[in-house]
Every structure is written in C-alpha cells, then in structure tokens.
C-alpha cells in the first residue's frame, strides 16, 4: 500500500453476493488514486457458485429465527472467509484488506431496519486479513435507504457513462443529474427470472432463450407494470420482501407456461428500465454501462435496447466487467473506508449526510 497527500494505492479482495443467488463474486485489484482520480487494475477474478445446500440456506434465510439467523452469520463468514483464503492461495495473492459486501437478507430501510449476512470478524479470522463490512447500516440510521452502494464507483470509476444500469436480482440505475450523483432501485429483474426458471429445473434462464421461445401474457404484464412501487420517487430500494409480497402472488395466480411467463417477465423489466433511462435523459445520445448477471441475457438485452431507442445505446462489456464490477466498488468503498472518505452518497440514498460507512474488523 502506498499512501501519501496526493497519491494513494491499495490492493484489495472484494466480495459479492447478490440477491440473484447465483454465487460469490471475488475480485482482487489494485485501486490507485491521484489527485482525487481514480482507476483500477483487476489482477484476479472467481466465481464460486452455490452448491445446493448454500443456496438453500441463503434463500431460507428470511424465515429464520433470530438464533438461528446469528449461526448462519457466523457459518456464512467463516465460509466466505475460507474461500478467500482458497483465492489467495490459487493466485499468490499480496493484499491489504478485504471489502465483503455480504449477503442480503432483510432490507426493510423505511423501518430502518437492514441486515447483511456473513460476519465480518469470522471471515477476518478465516482469512486472516483484515476485513471491512456492513456497508449499509449507517446509511440507514441516517434515514437513508442503504441502497444502492455502487454508485460511488460508478462516479469514480466510470463516469464517461451517462447510465450505469446494473442487472441483478434487482435493476438499479445511476446517474448525473444536476451535479448529483442519482441511483435507485428500478424493480425486479435476475429475483424473477430465476424463480420461474428453477420451476422448469434450471438455475437460470441460458441467454434469454427459454423467454425467447414464449409470447406475452398481457393481462399479467399489465399487472405487474401497474405495481405501486414503480410510481414511487427516488430515493428508493427494494429487495425480496417486495418481491415475495408483490410479484410472486401475481405469477403464481397466472396460468400459463414458464416460457410465456418468462418471456412476459423480461418485457416488464424492460418496460420499467426503458421508462427510466428515457425520464432521464438529457443528451440527445446517452451511452450505458450494463453489467450483472443480466448482462448475459441476450434476449433482456435486445428487448431492452428495441424498448428504449437507437437514442440509448446499451453497452456490455468484457465478461469479467459484467460479473465483477460490483465487487470491485466494493473494494474501492473499503479502500475510502480505511483513508476517512465518504463512500456512501447522500444524494443516492436520501440520508441526512454521505457517510465514510464500513466496519473494520482485524483478524484475531
């Protein structure tokens, strides 16, 4: 780590997992900063997907009891902390800190109320490097909502977009407006996707192509465009309350097979994404950087560029971008974490103040 007045470098191993629960991502790069700009050189990247038992375990999740919700913290940072251990060793990597954004499992801001799975001081202990996590938390006891974090990278590392749209389990946006760093959540995306795939025994629909195959249910997507959420104003953010709550109702009182519903599914997210980069554009061409698992949705992809115009150019990236990118803002947030800096923006999340969020733990 080089650090002085002007000039800054960290090496860090970030991790992600998101609501999608498609695995972990781990990112190792080196972070430089020099009179207040930024850039990144990602060394190593991993995926570890989630074995069956993991994925049951994570998605159970919310229906635990509190006991049994602190042991699954503990297991699952130990766990994390033991797979970064195993990265380090099959790279022969030199770091200074790991950045975990955790693991989601109760996202209730306007209650003030969130929790990321996956103890910072186990995976700490685990790994044996010091440790940053709980990004959220402070945002929200500033009556923030605690989501979404990534725009911070999104304004230091890749502001030559006009959009930065990420395709998780849920879609969220960033932007520019008036000086300001703007993000939201925008609604559902990969959460429902992966629901209706795994009911025809996959994991995840292959480049679009089951939806592809469908045609649309039009009485369910005029159901799901008119669901309250899509009316609120930004700030705000979502998870999988809203989900089993608003959606899963809806799709699982429609008739119809899982390509017709996959295929109506892909035409409402691409609805409610195309309205908001179309509400928010300010250039006569506006360019946007997609990465997330949706990413890798072709038909998503091509639904959603019809959607929203020659005028919005969508554009994917190298595949290790589209996986990693979340874990490498996470590791750019650690990295301003340890030097004081903010990293959690008010004008994203509607917080009294941006905050320097992140708890530090050093391995024992």
Not at 197 to 202: D, L, N
Request: net charge neutral.
């Amino acid at each position: 780590m080089k650090n002085n007045s002007s000039t800054s470098s960290y090496t860090f191993i970030g991790l992600m997992s998101g609501t999608s629960l498609d695995g972990l991502d781990l990112v190792c790069c080196t972070i430089e900063q020099q009179n207040d700009v930024y850039s990144y050189t990602i060394i190593a990247s991993k995926e570890v997907p989630y074995t069956p038992e993991w994925k049951k375990k994570l998605s159970t999740a919310p229906g635990l009891s509190a006991i049994e919700l602190l042991h699954l913290h503990n297991e699952y940072g130990t766990w994390l902390g033991e797979q970064t251990k195993l990265f380090i060793h099959e790279k022969d990597l030199k770091i200074d800190a790991v950045s975990s954004h955790g693991h989601t499992v109760h996202h209730l801001p306007d209650s003030g109320l969130t929790f990321q799975l996956g103890s910072g001081q186990h995976i700490a202990n685990a790994c044996q490097h010091r440790v940053i996590c709980d990004f959220r938390t402070l945002d929200v006891a500033l009556c923030g909502q605690g989501a979404p974090l990534v725009p911070i990278g999104d304004e230091l590392l890749f502001s030559t977009y006009n959009f930065c749209l990420n395709l998780g389990g849920i879609a969220n946006v960033s932007f520019k407006q008036n000086e300001k760093r703007i993000a939201y959540d925008i609604g559902i995306a990969n959460m429902l996707l992966n629901y209706l795939s795994e009911k025809q025994g996959e994991a995840y629909d292959q480049a679009g192509e089951s939806a592809k195959s469908g045609q649309i249910n039009q009485t369910l997507l005029e159901q799901l465009n008119k669901i309250e959420y899509y009316k609120k104003n930004f700030p705000k953010s979502t998870g999988y309350e809203w989900f089993a709550a608003e959606i899963i109702p809806l799709i699982e009182q429609t008739k119809d097979s899982i390509p017709n519903l996959l295929h109506t599914s892909v035409h409402h997210i691409a609805d409610q994404i195309a309205a908001e980069l179309l509400r928010h554009q300010t250039k006569k061409t506006s360019t946007v950087l997609v990465t997330g698992g949706g990413a890798f949705n072709t038909f998503l992809i091509d639904t959603l560029q019809k959607k929203a115009g020659h005028d919005i150019r969508l554009k994917v990236p190298n595949n290790e971008l589209i996986t990693c990118k979340e874990a490498l803002v996470f590791a750019l947030m650690g990295m301003r974490r340890l030097e004081g800096k903010v990293n959690c923006l008010r004008s994203v999340t509607g917080a009294k103040r941006d905050s320097c969020s992140g708890v530090i733990y050093q391995p024992a």
